[in-house]
């Protein structure tokens, strides 16, 4: 785990100082977004609706990365027992930009981590608490499209296609290799500063 975020951490760093000179020429443009679709819940392989944010950095006309993070969190609470689960986000994307009037195409890839958290307690004849956590990782490609309203506000829509390595969870023993591969489609709102 200390090794991909490490390197999702070098790939984002990089990419910021990828030739200063140009960044002198052009200001850069940062955001603000956010998404709305459907997520995997990994769980019981159902879907789930959670927004995830991001932070949109163009660093020329045709280049941009997009740090994002997402936070669900389920608790329910019954006679007998509790439950919680968890789920942290944190990812990256890296994309070429085509601009055409008042709208960006853009393409490229995605990766990150989903860190997957559970807690169970139930009451029967005595206690008995289950406790558990796994870190997930996905990487893939993506493409996209918004429109500008203004050179603030922009509404679009992406669809990627995620391949998810299951992580193992913390109180598991054996063998274990668990992938999942999905498309997610998105609609964003951006705010650009």
Known sequence: MKKAIFIILFV??????????QAQE???SIGLGVSLGKELYMGGLTLLD???FYLPITLSSNFRIEPEIGYYR???EFENSETT??????GC???LISQKGKTNIYYGLRLGFIRVYEYDKWIWNGQDVYEAHRTDYYIGPAIGGEYFFNKHLSLGGEIQVNFISIGK???STGKHSVSVTRTKPLIF?????
């Open 169 to 171: 969870w913390s109180d």
């Open 189 to 193: 709102v951006r705010w650009y500063f």
């Open 93 to 95: 994307g890296i994309f």
């Open 74 to 76: 389920y608790s329910s």
């Open 12 to 21: 984002c760093i990089s990419l910021l100082m990828v030739n200063p000179l």
């Open 50 to 52: 959670f927004p995830t």
């Open 85 to 90: 689960e968890t789920y942290l986000t944190v």
């Open 26 to 28: 052009k200001r850069s």
